[in-house]
């Protein structure tokens, strides 16, 4: 979960207020909706709520006497951590997330570390998300604190007039959620996914902004592509390279000259750019604490030794397949992630063929991922194993009598290195480890 970091671009936000920053009041906004562009019209209604430097937030909110103080939440300096969020205090000092603690500190002397609890920021995330699905069963998490809702269908419940039911609705979810969690987040509202994603940041904190599509192109086309959701640095120079600066560059460069140049993602580019992506939200399936598995570690030193960075892996597979097992869920997916000496961080993910719970299967697939220049040459920083697109074992295991018949070699795997989770839980991690484990 820690992935956050760095993620939510906390650093661009406020600029990107700057930016943008016309604030309305909330009547001057009802006023604007009833023009042409009223999502009375709109096919889709959805929305991006995006909480407000959540851990952070909610540091503050246990702790009131930390209430005005630039707060900052993440590892300690002198284990070279990283800067997992900030509060807006700290965000004037040129802290962001993602940043190196140690960096932070300089910039802000005065701030207040806090090492955080992700035990407790996801039960947090998960009251917010069961809040949000009082509004429709559409809620897809982005993120521990972030999701997408569809709420097409809820409109009719909040309509009179209709064109007013997209705010009305987002209203009382933020006044629930202010209620219920005493924490603020910021809602953005379109016709697709991206649009509402770039709404919501445009008014953060506590920001509610209803964009239409053609507001939408209005409003970035003169900006430079790097504003655009998704398109970081690395992007922004390959399009800056073909004289796309803007948006509107963007749009109007020809398509196929663009996958010639860009692959395939010059038709996601394309669409961002003119916001009409036609993605669905899906609705979850689990609670987002669960979402996703994983472990990582930073290195108190970096590391160019590969059987170093092997019994790091499989150490971290190993926790991470005890996880999914004592929840009772198998992953279809393993990601690896591996950060550089200098930095610079690779993820890569692979789809297995059966969805698992074993750790040997999980290891094999992360070591695999591991690229070339990290064996041995460029000196590693952090390692990091992933479970994802998880299942509920109990679905599967139903699903697979139907089809193929239990996997008899697959089960009895399953059946021993349950056996081990119940002698660790009660002797102590220590007491049982995989050969390699053992020095
Ligand atoms: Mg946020």
Redesign the pocket.
Known sequence: MFELAGH?G?GRNVVLNKMFFEHKSAKEMSDNINSKTSPKNWDRVIMHV?????FAAIEIRNDPSLKGKPVIVGGPADKRGVVSACSYEAREFGVHSGMPMARAQRLCPDGVIIGGSLEMYGHVSTQMIKILLDYTPLVEPVSV??AFLDVTGSMKIWSEPLSHAPLRLARDLKKRIKENLDLT??VGVGQSRIIAKMASKLEKPDGLTILSRKRYRELFAQKPVSVLWGVGEKTAHALNRMKIITVADLIEFPADQLIKRMGKSAIWLKTIAKGDDTGKVHALDHLPDEKSISHETTFAKDSTDLEYLRTTLLALSVKVARRLRRSEFLAKTVSLKVRSDSFKTITRDKTLSQPTDDQTIIFKTAFSLLPEEFRGKVPVRLLGVKADSLVKRNDLTQLSLFTHGPDSHNQSMSKLNKTIDSIKERFGDSSVKPGTLIR
């Open positions: 939510n906390l995006d909480m407000d430097a959540f604190d972030e987040c910021s």
